[in-house]
């Protein structure tokens, strides 16, 4: 199937599940996670007029981004960082990103805000929250978001918009939904005092449908765009 067989597929996915769960049909962003794929792949959906790209390992992101920026058929791109961020790699991230969806403790965005190049606009920002409740998940519980998330709405660099989870994979039907909602429900009481939240990322190639119903504005897909990836880990 081509590149563009499969982000009409995907554009009439998020459709869809728009119009199942009543909401307006842009109301959803679509979000191509090119992480193991080469430049040249995202330079084709590029053309295709998809223009934001998520990216989870920062040293191949790196070399992906440049490569870009210095090819002139190559439209302007939106880079999202969703990887986990570890503390001595938060200056290149700062430095490469337009939107980091996996703050997962306030030293890391306590560092990403001193970091950030005073020329480029603020970082978009996202707590990622473990709403599976195991201990060995990446993300903060619901409980810490709430006082992460009045710290971080101070920091000068960054703007806090919302709300990123990864649930369980082995999730489906109620438990998946649970997930979604909590991290819902969790940017309605976080937005109640006052912090203008308008992102949540959530959904990905297998349960963009459910996350949609369940008010996410952000799907991060990557397999049903590129295809199956060959790294381990992914
Ligand atoms: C890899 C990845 C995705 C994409 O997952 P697919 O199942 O390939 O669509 C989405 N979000 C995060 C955080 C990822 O690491």
């Given at each position: 199937m081509s590149s563009a067989q499969r982000l009409s597929d995907i554009q009439l996915?998020?459709?869809?599940?728009?119009?199942?769960?009543?909401?307006?049909?842009?109301?959803?962003?679509?979000?191509?996670?090119?992480?193991?794929?080469?430049?040249?792949?995202?330079?084709?959906?590029?053309?295709?007029?998809?223009?934001?790209?998520?990216?989870?390992?920062?040293?191949?992101?790196?070399?992906?981004?440049?490569?870009?920026?210095?090819?002139?058929?190559?439209p302007k791109l939106t880079w999202h960082f969703i990887g986990p961020i570890q503390s001595n790699k938060t200056k290149s991230v700062a430095s490469l990103f337009d939107w980091v969806h996996s703050v997962d403790r306030l030293k890391i965005a306590q560092r990403l805000s001193s970091q950030r190049p005073p020329e480029l606009h603020p970082l978009n920002v996202l707590l990622q929250i473990n709403t599976s409740g195991e201990a060995s998940k990446s993300g903060m519980s619901p409980a810490e978001a709430h006082s992460v998330a009045k710290e971080v709405a101070t920091l000068p660099n960054l703007r806090l918009r919302g709300l990123m989870t990864i649930p369980n994979?082995?999730?489906?039907?109620?438990?998946?939904?649970?997930?979604?909602?909590?991290?819902?429900?969790?940017?309605?009481?976080?937005?109640?005092?006052?912090?203008?939240?308008?992102?949540?990322?959530?959904?990905m190639s297998q349960d963009l449908e459910t996350a949609i119903a369940c008010g996410s504005t952000c799907v991060r897909v990557g397999?049903?765009?590129?295809?199956?990836?060959?790294?381990?880990?992914?």
């Open positions: 996915r998020i459709r869809q599940a728009c119009e199942q769960a009543r909401r307006p049909i842009d109301s959803v962003a679509l979000l191509a996670v090119s992480k193991t794929f080469p430049a040249e792949a995202v330079l084709e959906f590029a053309q295709l007029g998809q223009t934001a790209f998520g990216e989870n390992y920062l040293q191949e992101a790196e070399a992906k981004i440049t490569q870009l920026a210095d090819t002139p058929e190559c994979p082995e999730h489906q039907n109620d438990d998946l939904q649970q997930e979604f909602l909590m991290c819902q429900s969790l940017m309605t009481e976080l937005n109640q005092s006052g912090l203008g939240l308008d992102t949540l990322s959530m959904g397999t049903a765009l590129f295809g199956k990836r060959d790294y381990p880990n992914t």
